[in-house]
T-cell receptor
């Protein structure tokens, strides 16, 4: 069973719309991450959070923003969607120490902006 | 900078045969961790196997084993007795702590097709 949930699973939306991709985890993990993945390509980190009210930008520049008001919730927002935002967005969380460092991924949101 | 390289965009294998997916890495950090993930067409990332840089033995998990050659900086995934359900993208990843935060960096992936 999944301990990290992403909704929606698929989203087709028009240019200029505001969207929020939801990510929630039930494991109490402090660390959460957003990765962006173009079809058949590698994942790139766009945002991460080390706890409530802590958010940072990742390696890949993104026009999206994130918030972390509750430990379990790490939503990603695009204020004005564009076709260049079409991609898959994967959320992950990580627990404390220990092999394999507890990275758990959600099922992803496939976003298409038309 | 840390980097993961997967040079095989696509591989195919006959059902029940073994296949090796290549992964090389570059890091100056003496302590690191290497991961393999499977991504089916449905999109989720499924953790397969982990190898720590100080582990003395190659990691194994069921039909998955990791051929870890530290001097060559390679961490190839070996899948034994391939099954049709193994058809998917496979990503090699490394734990990266540069920049003051812990994250995974990924290779470009290898698409594996298992033929009956």
């Amino acid at each position: 069973e999944a301990d990290i949930y992403q909704t929606p699973r698929y989203l087709v939306i028009g240019t200029g719309k505001k969207i929020t991709l939801e990510c929630s985890q039930t494991m109490g993990h402090d660390k959460m991450y957003w990765y962006q993945q173009d079809p058949g390509m590698e994942l790139h980190l766009i945002h991460y959070s080390y706890g409530v009210n802590s958010t940072e930008k990742g390696d890949l520049s993104s026009e999206s923003t994130v918030s972390r008001i509750r430990t379990e919730h790490f939503p990603l927002t695009l204020e004005s969607a564009r076709p260049s935002h079409t991609s898959q967005y994967l959320c992950a969380s990580r627990g404390g120490q220990g092999i394999p460092y507890g990275y758990t991924f959600g099922s992803g949101t496939r976003l298409t902006v038309v | 900078a840390q980097k993961i390289t997967q040079t095989q965009p696509g591989m195919f294998v006959q059902e029940k045969e073994a296949v090796t997916l290549d992964c090389t890495y570059d890091t100056s950090d003496p302590s690191y961790g290497l991961f393999w993930y499977k991504q089916p067409s449905s999109g989720e990332m499924i953790f397969l196997i982990y190898q720590g840089s100080y582990d003395q033995q190659n990691a194994t998990e069921g039909r998955y084993s990791l051929n870890f050659q530290k001097a060559r900086k390679s961490a190839n995934l070996v899948i034994s007795a391939s099954q049709l359900g193994d058809s998917a993208m496979y990503f090699c990843a490394m734990r990266d702590v540069s920049g003051g935060y812990n994250k995974l960096i990924f290779g470009a992936g290898t698409r594996l097709a298992v033929h009956p």
